[in-house]
């Protein structure tokens, strides 16, 4: 993979216990400050942070991810597979993610690519090669790489060797196989078909339009 695909956080040995532990604890940190909404939270209802769905998607794929830097590729993918039992997201192992990983929902997630810090990835979304890739399998060096700060919409599809740059948000329903500028928003054209009403039954009129769209598409 070449330098320009690297996440842009600082170098981190992802394979040592100590950078996992750091990783963890910005990965905690990034959840309370969104939770809370910035406001102060005791220590108490801060810890209580780590039984969240989001902590646990986080916990699984950094733990994942050192067992597969240090070769362990059949006991990372097996989990990875816990991951996706109890979380609902499907991680490659050997993702490298960047500091602060936020998935809220992590709900029928896969996502097999680099990215940098304070990512975000809500339901649904789907980021990987254009091809499938097993979980025991060595990453792909055409995954697609996301930046600092990037947001991935729902039901989003980000597929094949693509960059999206720094603080750029790819918007819900959008499927992208192209680069994405830094600092962008992508979003998904929106169609509205309009049917008159004047002298016609609205249930005639209902179904009118749903053929409409049907012929169209």
């Given at each position: 993979?070449?330098?320009?695909?690297?996440?842009?956080?600082p170098v981190?040995?992802?394979a040592r216990p100590a950078v996992l532990r750091r990783l963890l604890a910005a990965d905690l940190e990034r959840i309370v400050r969104q939770i809370s909404g910035g406001?102060?939270?005791s220590r108490s209802r801060a810890a209580m942070m780590v039984l969240l769905p989001a902590m646990q998607c986080a916990v699984f794929h950094r733990v994942a991810h050192l067992l597969h830097l240090r070769g362990w590729r059949r006991t990372a993918a097996a989990v990875a597979g816990l991951s996706v039992r109890l979380t609902g997201a499907s991680f490659h192992p050997g993702s490298r993610?960047?500091?602060?990983?936020?998935?809220?929902?992590?709900?029928?997630?896969?996502?097999?690519?680099?990215?940098?810090?304070?990512l975000v990835i809500l339901p649904a979304v789907v980021v990987a090669p254009d091809r499938p890739v097993l979980a025991a399998a060595p990453f792909p060096p055409d995954a697609p790489h996301l930046g600092d700060g990037v947001v991935v919409g729902a039901?989003?599809?980000?597929?094949?060797?693509?960059?999206?740059?720094?603080?750029?948000?790819?918007?819900?329903?959008?499927a992208t196989l192209r680069d994405i500028p830094a600092g962008t928003v992508s979003m998904q054209r929106l169609r509205q078909t309009s049917v008159s009403t004047l002298g016609r039954d609205p249930g005639i009129v209902q179904d009118s339009a749903i053929a409409q769209d049907r012929s169209a598409a």
């Open positions: 993979m070449s330098d320009d695909r690297t996440p842009s956080e981190l040995d992802h406001r102060p939270m993610i960047g500091p602060g990983l936020f998935v809220p929902h992590p709900a029928r997630i896969a996502f097999c690519g680099t990215a940098g810090r304070d039901h989003a599809l980000v597929m094949g060797a693509v960059t999206i740059g720094d603080a750029a948000m790819v918007g819900v329903g959008v």
